[in-house]
């Protein structure tokens, strides 16, 4: 956040309350990801275990099926692939990733 | 009980964009809680990690109310929400249909320690709320320093391996027991790696009046020195090796939830991590016995307990 | 007005409790202030109020079930002393900084070490900066009225701070006065209905207490306390003004007494107002041109008014129940002299640390602090800035 989006003491609520629930969505920590998980389609049997098991709500399901990762918020700590029965979560180097978009 | 596919369906509460670290324990355990509690609840927390990664002005992470005010008063102080809840309600000053659920969070170092007394007397006066310990056996937040919770031989910032002191001398301390001897409705013990396990323990305890308690395992890969990606598979070596037994206790009557075909060795959560790699050298052989020794100990009285009629 | 029943100053406080019948009450015993939670608890027990009562395991949690209570949305009282205050103080730091209007009765206690169970202001002098509003007492009147009139400055939208009323340990708390209680319906009406602000038990709109707030906007909470005092003052007024027309009893940041023609002056704080009053009259008789200024609240610490009341003064001295160990002086003399530093001229102003742990402030210190007021008068000299009245060499 840069300086100038700050606000003044008389702008925002007393007391240091966030009136705002889970606005932390607005805060991306996708940046310090160091490797990046890519889903194999294929191979998902959409048994939910990466997104049980995932420390950053990342792992986006709709109707009880993976839909994807949302990189916004993944940290790359790849519990998803280790836990993953069918193996369909590789984790690949960010700067291979990166270099290759 | 709830499955997967029924859980996932639920609101997520704890939002995206919290700062924990990669890979940390404790957000995983506070999402599956938080899933099976439903949005319907007032949430403390103890400072530590969790408090400090979820709601860094002006952004919060969470999407429950959420109070944080000091680190040894986390029961205390969701006693006085509670108590505010039972006092409106009583005069009518809140909707009547509107149930609220009350769970307080607090780390080992919070719980075990400065906050044992906050935690001992909101059970005793019998508030109607879940505490939740989430257990990492260090004073991760501050850098790793031992807590009364730390394993035995544990290598931590104020229990260094030194030339003389091999790491932490004393056992550590049973949280879980000494909740019993309290004599609430319902306690129990959980892991996130068995969430299954974990989210009937939230839902259950949710639906009794009166306090109870939950200790989850919640590994933290930087103070344990293991892979980031490894909190889910060291939680379940806990659970393996009797280390972090599953089991509750409803109305005095004890249920062992998970025994394991095998009780493994506590050599194979040990070696995993890095705060116990010099319990590997033969000069720390009889450390690494002791710790063993107090694990058999414990899930030795834990089915004898259990066996009793 | 009411008809006068004969009270302790605890028992007034307790009952100006059950007038007020907050939601939550979380309290801990201690010494001299258990007979205000005691005597509300059989209130509770007895059906007379239907505050939920948390009999909490220590001040520390008292004051964080107090914290979680008022965050929650609804009135909150507590009442403490000495020790137990500074086992809450972490917590009454929190309790302003979140801006929760809890209100706790400090039955003014010494400090340990060395352990002292009677009247003085160490402990809520000590608490001078934690962020609460601070009015103190001279008799159990003043209490009960000051706890109503605390309600209603704490809850004010241009407020939102906890207030601690105090009254001195024993020699008020113990003490039985007449005192004029008002009826219930007239102290129900007085306090209004409570409009919580970001209710914890509002679960549609969810809000977050207590984030960790960094470098980027710390400051600016901060200065939002400053403001809140500094608006608490016209607030402190208005409510004393709407309280005298309902009771007839005056109240201001402080009393004066033979003030406006005196040339000298005593200050004091709390219960030994009445001393010096009666050895301000014995002077007068002699022609001797001393006055009193009894200051009632120190938090917001009314700097203005009291250069505006004590500027034409030549000499004052400062009593403080206090000491404030290495500083220039007591608590109260270290600002009240700040305060008169811009007056040109100011008068001299003396300190006298008194009254430690309980001990008694006679007839003849209040005499020896007036020869020496008389002295600086007539020589313009200070022989000593800081006097200790009731000790022993």
Known sequence: MSTNELKGWKEIPIGGVIVEAGNSARYETGGWRTFRPLMDGQLCKNCLFCWIYCPDSAIEVEDGKVKGINLRYCKGCGICARECPAKAIQMIEEAKVSAGE | ??????????????????????????????????????????????????????????????????????????????????????????????????????????????????????????????????????????????????????????????????????????????????????????????SPHNWKDLTHKVEKALSIKGPKFLNVIAPCHRGWRAGVNQTIELARLAVETCFWPLYEVEDGKLTINYKPREKKPIIEWIKLQGRFSHLLKPENEHILRRLQEGIDAKWESLLRREGEK | MGKPVAMTGNIAVANAMRQINPDVCAAYPITPSTEVMQQFASFVADGKVDTELVTAESEHSAMSACIGAAAAGGRVMTATSANGLALMWEMLYIASGNRLPIVMTVVNRALSAPINIHGDHSDGMGARDSGWIQIYSENAQEAYDNLIQAVVIGQHRDVRLPVMVGMDGFIISHSIENLELLSDQEVKDFIGEYLPLYPLLNIKQPVTYGPLDLQDYYSEHKRQQAEAMKLAKPVILKVAQDFAALSGRKYGFFETYRLDDAEMAILTLGSSAGTARFVIDRAREQGVKVGLIKLRVFRPFPMKELQAALGHLKALAVMDRCDSFGAAGGPVFSEVRSALYDLSPHPAVVNYIYGLGGRDLGIAHIEQVIRDLQEIRQTGCIRELLTYLTVRE
Not at chain 2, 31 to 49: D, W
Not at chain 2, 90 to 99: F, Q, T, Y
Not at chain 2, 118 to 146: K, P, W
């Open chain 2, 1 to 190: 009980m709830a499955t997967l596919k029924e859980l996932s369906k639920r609101e997520e509460l704890l939002a995206g964009g919290h700062r924990l670290c990669a890979g940390c324990g404790a957000s995983i355990v506070v999402r599956q809680i938080l899933l099976a509690a439903g949005r319907n609840v007032v949430v403390s927390c103890a400072t530590g990690c969790l408090e400090v990664s979820t709601s860094i002005y002006p952004y919060t992470s969470w999407r429950v109310p959420f109070i944080h005010s000091a680190f040894e008063n986390s029961a205390a102080t969701v006693c006085g929400v509670e108590a505010m809840y039972q006092s409106l309600k009583r005069r009518g000053k809140l909707p009547v249909d509107e149930e609220i659920k009350f769970i307080a969070f607090g780390g080992d170092g919070g719980t075990y320690d400065i906050g044992l007394q906050s935690l001992s007397g909101g059970l005793e006066r019998g508030h109607d709320f879940l505490y939740v310990c989430y257990d990492n056996g260090a004073y991760m937040n501050t850098g790793i320093q031992r807590s009364s919770s730390t394993p035995l031989g544990a290598d931590t910032t104020t229990s260094p391996v030194g030339k003389v002191i091999p790491g932490k001398q004393q056992y550590r301390k049973d949280l879980t027991d000494i909740v019993e001897a309290h004599h609430i409705p319902y306690l129990a013990q959980a």
